[in-house]
């Protein structure tokens, strides 16, 4: 069974900067589309980056101009590059893929999550 395994999370200051990753555990034939969500405490997940397999990007108007979402075909990794974070980018984030296995049956994925913490 295919995982999405994220890495990147942390604790960082107003103002820095932190890239996550989401990478699928095993070999798969390839990546459609992509997303990364976040949930604060108390509050409903939220997508805040998108990427087509047509590599069309939608991003949530909070985060715009700061965030960019990227893929690594060959490394079938996702990436979120965060920058000038906010403490209201505080949140788990999770990554989700439309994964397309090597017998080109295809399923929606959920990573872990990983904790971004954003200090004012």
């Known amino acids: 069974q295919v995982q999405l395994v994220e890495s990147g999370g942390g604790l960082v200051q107003a103002g820095g900067s932190l890239r996550l990753s989401c990478a699928a555990s095993?070999?798969?034939?390839?990546?459609?589309?992509m997303g990364w969500y976040h949930q604060a405490p108390g509050k409903e997940r939220e997508l805040v980056a998108a990427?087509?397999?047509?590599?069309?990007?939608n991003y949530a108007d909070s985060v715009k101009g700061r965030f960019t979402i990227s893929r690594d075909n060959a490394k079938n990794t996702v990436y979120l590059q965060m920058n000038s974070l906010k403490p209201e980018d505080t949140a788990v984030y999770y990554c989700?893929?439309?994964?397309?296995?090597?017998?080109?049956?295809?399923?929606?994925?959920w990573g872990q999550g990983t904790q971004v913490t954003v200090s004012s």
């Open positions: 989700k893929a439309q994964l397309v296995s090597w017998g080109l049956t295809t399923n929606d994925y």
């Open positions: 990427l087509t397999s047509g590599s069309t990007t």
């Open positions: 095993k070999s798969i034939f390839s990546i459609n589309a």
